[in-house]
């Protein structure tokens, strides 16, 4: 029986993995796609992100990787970190208007950066390489969509390019894309301090009237216990003295 029972409850929890899988959309290796890391940064500031490249392919190795950045999200400082086993070169394009950044003004931003592995430093299959990326001022816009290509050593390109659907729905083929908060105004920090200082300090009179309601109540609970307990123990006396007489 015990056995019949193990037997049915591991054959349901294998329905519902299957299950699972075919409501909620979870697949293998063949979903993974090129991302951005955080996925999130804030308008006007500096961010650090790293595109995160796994390798889906099961017999090549990614030895390229080329980045475009948004035309209309144009950045003024791009800087790359050093990959062990890998080149990095930068495109520029003009830009009109000019960026300001730090009182100068720009005509030429980055435009696209690419990464080429030497040696043995392809990411092989089952691996994955992140190439961080420092940029900024970032744009006042809602989101930077960055067009990237994948390339295998055996010729293949993924094409990570599709712009995000409008229903919210992911594509086949899906961008990686950076969402940017606006900033906070200036002064909007200490504006809840103040206001939870004016809550966690009320007036004097409030308080003595609070502190006055707390003492009654408590020593109204505490009369009112004491009367449960005599009254408990009146029952309990006259319980024992009928079962006395009865005896």
Known sequence: M?????????????????????????????SAHVT????????????????????ESDTASTNKLEVV?????????????PVPGWTVATEKRKVDPPIEVHGSQLTEAVSKITWTATGDAAVKPGQFQEFPVSMGPLPKVDSMVFKVLQTYSDGNIARWIDDPAPGGEEPEHPAPVLTLAAAAPEGAAATPSTSA???ATPDDDDDDEGNGLAVGLGVAGLVAGLAGLVLGGLAFTRTRRESTTKA
């Open 2 to 30: 015990t056995r019949l029972r193990r037997t049915a409850t591991a054959a349901a929890a294998l329905a519902f993995t299957a299950a699972a899988t075919a409501v909620l959309g979870f697949a293998g290796p063949a």
């Open 36 to 55: 951005v890391n955080p996925k999130e940064a804030t308008q006007g500031g500096y961010a650090r992100v790293a595109f995160r490249v796994p390798n």
């Open 69 to 81: 950045l948004p035309e209309n999200a144009p950045v003024g400082s791009v800087s790359t970190m």
């Open 197 to 199: 200082a004016a809550v």
